[in-house]
């Protein structure tokens, strides 16, 4: 009798677990931007909230590119939105052009170089990426 109790005991403990686990992401997607797509690009954009700003940061994992976008204001910087953004591959193909919506932009690309334009107010900036095969290339761009 008492391994049937261990036993049910065990399957609780495991099914709650998992409902804990599923609750943690199904609020980090529930705080998600939508995902936009774009040829073959998958990205998604925002990051405006404290809910949707931890959700891109616990999702950046997913995704081979995660950019950054802030600004110097009165001697600090703030993030910012409505960058425009220009990614083109090691030949120069483009293969996204997109404004983000928020300070954090997630981008699916295949394993490559890339150079990655952002435009805010007018000021362009470049930067050379290299996307793996895993983990995440982080870009951060900041205007002064």
């Known amino acids: 009798m008492n391994k049937r109790i261990e036993r049910c005991t065990m399957a609780a403990a495991m099914a709650l677990g998992s409902m804990a686990v599923a609750g943690v992401l199904s609020t980090a997607q529930a705080g998600m931007p939508p995902v936009q797509r774009q040829g073959s690009v998958e990205y998604v954009s925002g990051g405006i909230g404290i809910d949707e700003s931890e959700a891109m940061k616990a999702a950046s994992r997913d995704y081979p590119l995660a950019l950054t976008f802030a600004a110097q204001r009165d001697g600090t910087a703030d993030y910012v939105a409505n960058v425009a953004v220009a990614i083109r591959d090691a030949q120069g193909k483009a293969v996204l052009q997109a404004t983000s919506e928020g300070p954090y ?40």
């Not at 990655?116 to 895993?134: C, D, I, W």
């Open 105 to 144: 932009m997630l981008v699916k690309l295949p394993a490559g170089n890339y150079k990655v334009s952002a435009t805010f107010n007018g000021q362009a900036q470049e930067r050379e990426v290299s996307v793996q095969n895993t983990g995440t290339a982080r870009a951060m761009f900041e205007w002064k």
